[in-house]
């Protein structure tokens, strides 16, 4: 059985940062994909950065410039660096991951989403 697990969110200062983890275990043999979603109260969950396993990266317009989605293996967290924090970026964070298993075969995991609050 697989498991995701993040950390790393909390209250912080306009202007600060903060750095997501999440951390997977289990049957995993390898990350293929990573992503980070958001969502806000009211509002949709969005897409805040991607990472392909051949390094590709995707920023949602709002984050471009200011977060940075970094990659581990199998054994190691995924990243999301969070910088010039500003009250919009308040949400609870979601890391997605498509994982390779050790018995075979590639399935989609979703972090318990971890909290994070810009406000002074």
């Known amino acids: 059985q697989v498991q995701l697990v993040e950390s790393g969110g909390g209250l912080v200062q306009p202007g600060g940062s903060l750095r997501l983890s999440c951390a997977a275990s289990g049957s995993v043999l390898s990350i293929y994909a990573m992503r980070w979603y958001r969502q806000a109260p009211g509002k949709k969950r969005e897409l805040v950065a991607s990472l392909t396993r051949d390094g590709m990266t995707n920023y949602a317009d709002s984050v471009k410039g200011r977060f940075t989605i970094s990659r581990g293996n199998a054994k190691t967290p995924v990243f999301l660096q969070m910088n010039s924090l500003n009250p919009e970026d308040t949400a609870v964070y979601y890391c997605?991951?498509?994982?390779?298993?050790?018995?075979?075969?590639?399935?989609?995991?979703w972090g318990q989403g971890t909290q994070v609050t810009v406000s002074s």
């Open positions: 997605n991951l498509e994982l390779n298993l050790v018995l075979g075969g590639r399935s989609n995991y």
